[in-house]
Structure formats: C-alpha cells, structure tokens
C-alpha cells in the first residue's frame, strides 16, 4: 500500500510558478497511475492533471499549457510544474495514487478512480 505526502505549495503572486512534489512510500510509484487534484473552498475537487503509469499524460483545460506533470520512479515522486499562476489556481492541492483505473483515457483525473490520497498542499495566488 503505497502512502503519499505533498509538498511545494505556497503563496505567490500571480503569473509565478510552483512546483509541487509527492513524495510516496511503501510502494514504487513505478507501477502506480497518478494524478493531482484540487479544490477550492466551496467547490467540488477536480482532477488537474494525470499520468499513467507508461508515462502518458491528461490535462484537464484549466491546465492545458500552463501545467506539466511528471514522475520519477527512481526517486518515487511525482511533480506538478505549475507555470503562469492565476488567482483561480489556488486551492488545496493532493496527489492520487492507483494501480488500476476503470473508465477509460479521462479516469486520471476522476476523483473517484483513486483509492490512495495524500493530505494536501495549500496554494494561494494573489492578484
């Protein structure tokens, strides 16, 4: 069972960049598909950004240029390079974790497709 913590978030201003990390434990993430979501105050969590475990990639929109997520299995840690920030980035940022997903290419970024979750990033974009 592999266990996730996130780190990297933080406060910056608009048009800034952050890279958050997932560290994972008690499992390789090698043969994990992962993914991260957000959530604002008051709103749903939505999947940002997914990899599958032969390194392909989804985005959803709001993310789509602006946002690359990667892995490194030897270091077993995923990344969220976040580039051009916008107010409406911030949120509580988690990174998913799952062996298996069902649903077809957009289940990385279904929320309910992951049975592992770390405890969240928090990260603010001011204007």
């Known amino acids: 069972q592999v266990q996730l913590v996130e780190s990297g978030g933080g406060s910056v201003q608009a048009g800034g960049s952050l890279r958050l990390s997932c560290a994972a434990s008690?499992?390789?993430?090698?043969?994990?598909?992962m993914g991260w979501f957000r959530q604002a105050p008051g709103k749903e969590r939505e999947g940002v950004a997914g990899?599958?475990?032969?390194?392909?990639?989804k985005y959803a929109d709001s993310a789509k240029g602006r946002f690359t997520i990667s892995k490194d299995n030897a270091k077993n840690i995923l990344y969220l390079q976040m580039n051009s920030l916008k107010p409406e980035d911030s949120a509580l940022y988690y990174c998913?974790?799952?062996?298996?997903?069902?649903?077809?290419?957009?289940?990385?970024?279904?929320?309910?497709?992951?049975?592992?979750w770390g405890q969240g990033t928090q990260v603010t974009v001011s204007s």
């Open positions: 990899i599958w475990s032969d390194g392909s990639t």
């Open positions: 008690g499992d390789t993430v090698s043969g994990y598909h």
């Open positions: 998913a974790a799952d062996r298996y997903l069902y649903g077809g290419t957009w289940s990385l970024l279904w929320e309910s497709a992951y049975d592992y």
